[in-house]
């Protein structure tokens, strides 16, 4: 970032945790994409609680912004497993944090998993959790019983542009990785698997460069918008893979099983908008295929008779061109911020809650102020 972009950015978290600083400073763990605008956001997360530790995305951290965020706040490395098995999970908060009021920012629904021994076992108090991602929101949702308050920035409005932008990265990065091989979009029709906020995005933006687009999701509700939009709709979604020449999976669920990819037309592409652990049961391939590298973000899956090509090994694909979406992530950042009052005021009862509308204009009005130049 230029110094001046760098300075504008300073100012704008700097009035934003203005707003919304806490009566009470709580500690906080934070999950996120380490990417080269990040520290100004890890910064703002310090100046409004004990920041213990960031715990970057693994295939989206900037070297130069990891070195950055290190002078100041431990980076410990993430993993599902970590927050899988409840001693490790336990064993490490309180490694960071014995007997504080912690706070957890989320992007994946990683706390999840052991949230109920986190919350009952912790030797401090596990205020709540603030989720950024739909496919978080969902991981939490759908546990029987939550134990804390989950604010959910996913379904929020402030998020809308963030979405739009993150489908035309994801658009872009898979047009440039094919066109490293000598491919293009045209010619090729493509399957988007999950017609949610990205998804249909993706289909939109794939639409308008000319491609013919082919949709499925499980949802009925989901399925008639996408027809309403003016797409095809897969009845069959084996009979539509065998069809596409460009599969985009943006469900983040599985939407590629290990005995679907035999499915796949000979030659087509496969590209995520989240981490292949997500999207992709790569484990489940059959055997007897070979992975080859042929090209720098390509692999060929290939066994007698049968070939396709994964990008960036399966992980989300924009991540390759920096996943960048403009000053709009600013918003769901200052969103986040914001449910940090929320949870230290320790009101909210457990379950899934969002940040107030007002709040959310407040945060809107003074990002205009600094960004609509």
Same mark, same amino acid.
């Given at each position: @970032?230029?110094?001046?972009?760098?300075?504008?950015?300073?100012?704008?978290?700097?009035?934003?945790?203005?707003?919304?600083?806490? !009566?009470?400073?709580?500690?906080?763990?934070?999950?996120?994409?380490?990417?080269?605008?990040?520290?100004?956001?890890?910064?703002?997360?310090?100046?409004?609680?004990?920041?213990?530790?960031?715990?970057?995305?693994?295939?989206?951290?900037?070297?130069?912004?990891?070195?950055?965020?290190?002078?100041?706040?431990?980076?410990?490395?993430?993993?599902?497993?970590?927050?899988?098995?409840?001693?490790?999970?336990?064993?490490?908060?309180?490694?960071?944090?014995?007997?504080?009021?912690?706070?957890?920012?989320?992007?994946?629904?990683?706390? #999840?998993?052991?949230?109920?021994?986190?919350?009952?076992?912790?030797?401090?108090?596990?205020?709540?959790?603030?989720?950024?991602?739909?496919?978080?929101?969902?991981?939490?949702?759908?546990? !029987?019983?939550?134990?804390?308050?989950?604010?959910?920035?996913?379904?929020?409005?402030?998020?809308?542009?963030? !979405?739009?932008?993150?489908?035309?990265?994801?658009?872009?990065?898979?047009?440039?990785? @094919?066109?490293?091989?000598?491919?293009?979009?045209?010619?090729?029709?493509? *399957?988007?698997?999950?017609?949610?906020?990205?998804?249909?995005?993706?289909?939109?933006? *794939?639409?308008?460069?000319?491609?013919?687009?082919?949709?499925? !999701?499980?949802?009925?509700?989901?399925?008639?918008?996408?027809?309403?939009?003016?797409?095809?709709?897969?009845?069959?979604?084996?009979?539509?893979?065998?069809?596409?020449?460009?599969?985009?999976?943006?469900?983040?669920?599985?939407?590629?099983?290990?005995?679907?990819?035999?499915?796949?037309?000979?030659?087509?592409?496969?590209?995520?908008?989240?981490?292949?652990?997500?999207?992709?049961?790569?484990?489940?391939?059959?055997?007897?295929?070979?992975?080859? @590298?042929?090209?720098?973000?390509?692999?060929?899956?290939?066994?007698?008779?049968?070939?396709?090509?994964?990008?960036?090994?399966?992980?989300?694909?924009?991540?390759?061109?920096?996943?960048?979406?403009?000053?709009?992530?600013?918003?769901?950042?200052?969103?986040?911020?914001?449910?940090?009052? @929320?949870?230290?005021?320790?009101?909210?009862?457990?379950?899934?809650?969002?940040?107030? #509308?007002?709040?959310?204009?407040?945060? #809107?009005?003074?990002?205009?102020?600094?960004?609509?130049?």
């Amino acid at each position: @970032m230029e110094s001046f972009e760098r300075a504008r950015l300073d100012a704008y978290f700097a009035k934003i945790t203005a707003q919304f600083t806490p !009566d009470e400073q709580a500690t906080s763990f934070l999950v996120t994409h380490l990417l080269p605008e990040r520290p100004a956001f890890v910064r703002a997360v310090a100046s409004l609680t004990r920041l213990r530790a960031v715990l970057p995305k693994p295939k989206s951290i900037n070297p130069a912004a990891r070195r950055e965020v290190e002078k100041t706040t431990p980076v410990d490395a993430l993993s599902r497993e970590l927050f899988i098995d409840p001693e490790a999970a336990l064993d490490y908060v309180e490694s960071r944090a014995t007997a504080e009021p912690i706070v957890l920012l989320d992007v994946g629904g990683y706390f #999840a998993p052991t949230l109920t021994d986190l919350h009952d076992r912790f030797s401090g108090h596990v205020l709540g959790v603030i989720e950024d991602t739909e496919n978080g929101h969902r991981r939490y949702a759908d546990l !029987d019983k939550l134990p804390c308050p989950v604010i959910s920035v996913a379904r929020s409005p402030l998020k809308d542009p963030e !979405d739009f932008l993150v489908g035309q990265s994801v658009v872009f990065s898979t047009e440039a990785v @094919m066109r490293e091989r000598g491919d293009i979009l045209h010619g090729r029709p493509a *399957l988007v698997i999950g017609f949610g906020k990205l998804g249909s995005s993706i289909a939109r933006l *794939l639409q308008v460069k000319g491609v013919q687009v082919n949709v499925f !999701d499980i949802d009925p509700v989901r399925r008639t918008q996408a027809l309403s939009q003016g797409f095809t709709v897969a009845r069959d979604r084996e009979a539509a893979l065998t069809e596409a020449g460009l599969v985009l999976c943006a469900t983040g669920a599985v939407s590629l099983h290990g005995e679907d990819f035999p499915h796949l037309r000979n030659g087509a592409y496969v590209a995520t908008v989240t981490s292949s652990e997500d999207e992709l049961e790569l484990a489940g391939l059959p055997d007897v295929y070979t992975r080859t @590298m042929v090209g720098e973000h390509v692999t060929r899956y290939q066994t007698t008779g049968h070939y396709f090509y994964l990008a960036n090994g399966g992980n989300a694909v924009n991540f390759l061109h920096g996943a960048s979406v403009g000053p709009f992530i600013f918003l769901v950042q200052a969103e986040i911020l914001a449910g940090i009052r @929320m949870l230290t005021r320790a009101d909210l009862a457990p379950g899934m809650h969002e940040v107030p #509308a007002v709040d959310r204009a407040a945060i #809107a009005a003074t990002w205009l102020n600094y960004f609509n130049r």
